[in-house]
């Protein structure tokens, strides 16, 4: 007797997720299809339809397409410094149980501050362009990569070290070939948590003390009660961001070969 019910559908999701994933996002466009037309007021929300409907129009606004180029520029140029510096710093500290002890609450310190309380200092050391955004960014991007590569170096076993030590392995073949290998999760959980801290950290200098970039127009927007474009800028921002997360999805598994 065939079974029926809901289990082979469950059943079929558990093997199939690219389908649960589907479905998913479908209800979510679809709940919000029905409350942007019949619950919303149109001057707050837009249907799906309309938004991606009218995209066109998004690039077509002056000044929009030369925004999506420089807050990426600033995005880019944030997030690699964040990677060196949290790189750099999250292994001095790791590794070194006197620097842990002693930068270790500093850091958690530092990063505990709200760090748009001191954007405007950001403003007054680097002016309104682009190095006050991709410095505002890279606060919001290190920390959580320095904190995340502490972690997964202390996860690391002694009795590895000792015995590439004992081997006659460098400090390059230690790091390249025994800690490296070994933080790779860690490592990229932090840079996927620190590409969110430096997007959230650009755009929000951009949403306050700027005339261009994402945030300005997302402001623009905003003031000018035009929902649609905004869920459309946002949308493309919104790709954006699943683009580069993806980038570190397949680096991330382009260095975890060896695990197979």
């Given at each position: 007797?065939?079974?029926?019910?809901?289990?082979?559908?469950?059943?079929?999701?558990?093997?199939?997720?690219?389908?649960?994933?589907l479905?998913t996002?479908?209800?979510?466009?679809?709940?919000?299809?029905?409350?942007?037309?019949?619950?919303?007021?149109?001057?707050?929300?837009?249907?799906?339809?309309?938004?991606?409907?009218?995209?066109?129009?998004?690039?077509?606004?002056?000044?929009?397409?030369?925004?999506?180029?420089?807050?990426?520029?600033?995005?880019?140029?944030?997030?690699?410094?964040?990677?060196?510096?949290g790189?750099?710093?999250?292994?001095?500290?790791?590794?070194?149980?006197?620097?842990?002890?002693?930068?270790?609450?500093?850091?958690?310190?530092?990063?505990?501050?709200?760090q748009?309380?001191?954007?405007?200092?950001?403003?007054?050391?680097?002016?309104?362009?682009?190095?006050?955004?991709?410095a505002?960014?890279?606060?919001?991007?290190?920390?959580?990569?320095?904190?995340?590569?502490?972690?997964?170096?202390?996860?690391?076993?002694?009795?590895?070290?000792?015995?590439?030590?004992?081997?006659g392995?460098?400090?390059?073949?230690?790091?390249?070939?025994?800690?490296?290998?070994?933080?790779?999760?860690?490592?990229?959980?932090?840079?996927?948590?620190?590409?969110?801290?430096?997007?959230?950290?650009?755009?929000?200098?951009?949403?306050?003390?700027?005339?261009?970039?994402?945030?300005?127009f997302?402001?623009?927007?905003?003031?000018?009660?035009?929902?649609?474009?905004?869920?459309?800028?946002?949308?493309?921002?919104?790709?954006?961001?699943?683009?580069?997360?993806?980038?570190?999805r397949?680096a991330?598994?382009?260095?975890?070969?060896?695990?197979?």
């Amino acid at each position: 007797m065939a079974m029926t019910g809901p289990r082979p559908i469950l059943s079929f999701m558990q093997k199939h997720p690219r389908w649960s994933q589907l479905l998913t996002l479908g209800l979510f466009f679809l709940a919000w299809e029905i409350a942007a037309r019949f619950f919303v007021d149109k001057m707050f929300l837009s249907p799906p339809s309309r938004v991606y409907g009218e995209i066109g129009r998004v690039f077509g606004t002056k000044g929009v397409p030369d925004a999506l180029w420089l807050t990426l520029f600033e995005l880019s140029i944030a997030f690699a410094i964040s990677v060196v510096i949290g790189l750099v710093i999250g292994l001095s500290v790791g590794l070194g149980t006197f620097a842990r002890r002693s930068f270790m609450p500093i850091i958690l310190l530092l990063y505990g501050i709200p760090q748009i309380t001191i954007l405007p200092l950001f403003i007054l050391y680097f002016g309104i362009g682009a190095p006050s955004k991709i410095a505002f960014g890279v606060t919001h991007g290190m920390f959580p990569i320095i904190l995340t590569i502490v972690a997964g170096v202390q996860n690391l076993k002694p009795v590895l070290m000792t015995s590439a030590r004992s081997m006659g392995a460098s400090r390059w073949h230690i790091l390249r070939y025994v800690i490296f290998p070994h933080m790779i999760p860690s490592f990229f959980a932090g840079l996927r948590l620190g590409m969110t801290g430096v997007l959230l950290g650009v755009l929000l200098a951009e949403l306050y003390v700027s005339t261009a970039g994402i945030g300005h127009f997302t402001s623009m927007f905003t003031q000018s009660f035009d929902p649609t474009r905004l869920l459309g800028l946002i949308s493309v921002l919104a790709v954006m961001a699943i683009a580069l997360n993806e980038m570190v999805r397949r680096a991330e598994t382009h260095f975890s070969r060896w695990k197979s």
